[in-house]
Nanobody, 124 residues
Framework: QVQLVESGGGLVQAGGSLRLSCAAS????????MAWFRQAPGKEREFVAA????????YYADSVTGRFTVSSDNAKNTVYLQMNSLKPEDTAVYYC?????????????????WGQGTQVTVSS
């Protein structure tokens, strides 16, 4: 069984930074794509960023490119999302997930394991 546990969310002022962590346990993850999604109230879950555990490839949504950085620590089985220059529109519950397939990595349906989510609130 795979478990994903997010942490690091909180309340921050616009322009501030947060680092989210996703600790993974269970089967090894070396060949999988891991991603961060977010969901704001009344909106659909949207792709934020993704990374292979090897760190060889990363992907970002246009809305976060240049502000967010996804990284991984294989020794700790942990994926991170460093969020800088936060904006009020970044407010959402952030989820990490493990992909079934890389082909449609922006689609939540491509992921079969999800964490419980961590709330990020950015005040103006």
């Amino acid at each position: 069984q795979v478990q994903l546990v997010e942490s690091g969310g909180g309340l921050v002022q616009a322009g501030g930074s947060l680092r989210l962590s996703c600790a993974a346990s269970g089967r090894t993850f070396s060949s999988y794509l891991m991603a961060w999604f977010r969901q704001a109230p009344g909106k659909e879950r949207e792709f934020v960023a993704a990374i292979r555990w090897s760190g060889s490839r990363t992907y970002y949504a246009d809305s976060v490119t240049g502000r967010f950085t996804v990284s991984s620590d294989n020794a700790k089985n942990t994926v991170y999302l460093q969020m800088n220059s936060l904006k009020p529109e970044d407010t959402a519950v952030y989820y990490c997930a493990r992909a079934i397939s890389d082909a449609y990595y922006r689609n939540p349906r491509s992921y079969n394991y999800w964490g419980q989510g961590t709330q990020v609130t950015v005040s103006s």
